[in-house]
């Protein structure tokens, strides 16, 4: 690529980076500060770029109204991250303390909870279909996360198990963005459905390589202690993979059983995992459902979006943080 994939929409991301810190200023200084804070995480803006990105691609006019969509859709997507946060008990947030280690669980949770609020707001008086997709989204985040939980620690947790979660809790709201962007450009039906599932399989693979980072990644450049998932009990799919392993399985079993591990269990663990094809399994199913998103798009003309839609997708199937 010659250049980044989000170059196109440039100018419209610094419209919602704006937009983001203007809609949670309020009365309170300390309420306002949390928010920034989160929001100021060096986030990937994935989902408001995928609504961007197939609002232009799909031959839309005026961004404004997709801008504000984009705006609500990270908001959204930033509220459910504090709360994760606080429910998996974590230390690290993109390279800084988690929002709840820093102002208070019960502070953190009123932000997020704003957050949330301020994030419905911005989304205005858009038409009802619009609410729709993104109730439904943030309802499948919801019932995501809580299937993840349910199957914490559990070593009977299969590849369809996991994928179920990931659809629900990465995949939908990523999905939404994309319909939401065609829609608010005026196309068709076909043409929305296709944005979807293109949108759709590239946040399951997302998903995917978020998990293998978590594995093989850099804390410096993920911004997360590796082996998080590993001391939650997370069912990610390179543990799913490595415990299918002839000869480190049952070992990465017990560990993943335990809900007293130490980090020099979640080292052994990771050492573990590299010993298996795990990584390499996951990598190629990764870049296999990237690849089988494409052909969604060949239902739009060539354009500067559309090679921008295919960058992202290549992007995330490749990227190492």
Not at 34 to 40: E, P, Q, S, Y
Not at 131 to 152: H, L, N
Not at 173 to 202: D, N, V
Not at 281 to 291: D, H, P, V
Request: proline residues 2%; charged residues 30%; glycine residues 6%.
């Amino acid at each position: 690529m010659d250049e980044p994939w989000y170059s196109s929409i440039s100018e419209d991301l610094e419209k919602v980076e704006r937009l983001l810190r203007d809609t949670v200023r309020s009365e309170s200084a300390e309420l306002t500060e949390i928010c920034n804070f989160v929001l100021g995480s060096n986030g990937k803006r994935v989902r408001p770029s995928m609504c961007l990105l197939s609002f232009h691609a799909c031959g839309g006019k005026d961004p404004e109204k997709a801008i504000d969509v984009a705006a609500a859709l990270e908001m959204i997507h930033n509220a459910t991250l504090v709360h994760d946060d606080i429910n998996d008990h974590s230390e690290l947030r993109r390279g800084a303390q988690a929002a709840y280690r820093k102002y208070s669980v019960g502070k953190s949770i009123i932000a997020g909870d704003f957050m949330f609020a301020t994030g419905f707001r911005l989304i205005g008086s858009a038409s009802h279909v619009v609410v729709d997709y993104i109730v439904e989204a943030a309802a499948a985040m919801s019932a995501g996360e809580f299937d993840q939980k349910e199957f914490e620690h559990n070593v009977m947790v299969e590849e369809d198990d996991y994928m179920k979660i990931i659809e629900r809790k990465t995949a939908r709201l990523i999905e939404c963005g994309a319909k939401i962007g065609s829609f608010l450009a005026g196309a068709g039906s076909e043409t929305i459905y296709k944005m979807g599932e293109f949108a759709f399989r590239t946040g399951v693979a997302f998903q995917i390589v978020d998990d293998m980072l978590d594995v093989i990644g850099d804390e410096k450049t993920t911004g997360k202690r590796i082996g998080s998932d590993i001391m939650e009990g997370k069912p990610t799919l390179p543990t799913i993979y490595a415990m299918q392993d002839p000869v480190c399985g049952d070992a990465i079993k017990e560990l993943f059983k335990r809900k007293d591990l130490e980090w020099s269990d979640v080292s052994e663990a990771i050492s573990m995992i590299k010993r298996t094809d795990a990584i390499r399994r996951c990598a190629e199913k990764a870049k296999t459902i990237s690849k089988g998103s494409m052909p969604f798009l060949d239902v739009l003309e060539d354009s500067k979006y559309k090679r921008s839609m295919i960058d992202l997708s290549n992007f995330i199937a490749e990227r190492n943080r």
